[in-house]
């Protein structure tokens, strides 16, 4: 099934995560014929939080999002309309936007 997979994507894993063990993340990244940078094994975010790294370490989960939607994004020139109304423009205003997408968006 995973072989199947067609769009770019990412496996993303934190080094110090025990629910989901970068064993696993490595696994199934090798079953996937599109990983980000012609890759085959999963992306991984040092982080002594654990699980709790994907929600502590904002600034390097959201790169990793940024990198794979450089990839899936920009081939059809346009933004998605719920997304057209927030500026991606460093530095510009986004006022009413949640931190979390704030800093993705930003």
Known sequence: VLGAISAPTLVLGIDSDRLFPLEQQHELAQHIPTLLDGANHATVISSPFGHD???????A??????????????????????????????????????????????
Not at 53 to 59: R, S
């Open 53 to 59: 790294g994907f929600l502590i370490e904002a600034e």
């Open 61 to 106: 989960v959201g790169e990793e999002i940024r990198r794979l939607l450089a990839q899936t994004i920009p081939f059809s020139g346009t933004m998605h309309p719920k997304l057209s109304a927030y500026s991606t423009t460093p530095g510009a205003s986004n006022e009413g936007l949640g931190d979390p997408i704030r800093q993705f968006l930003g």
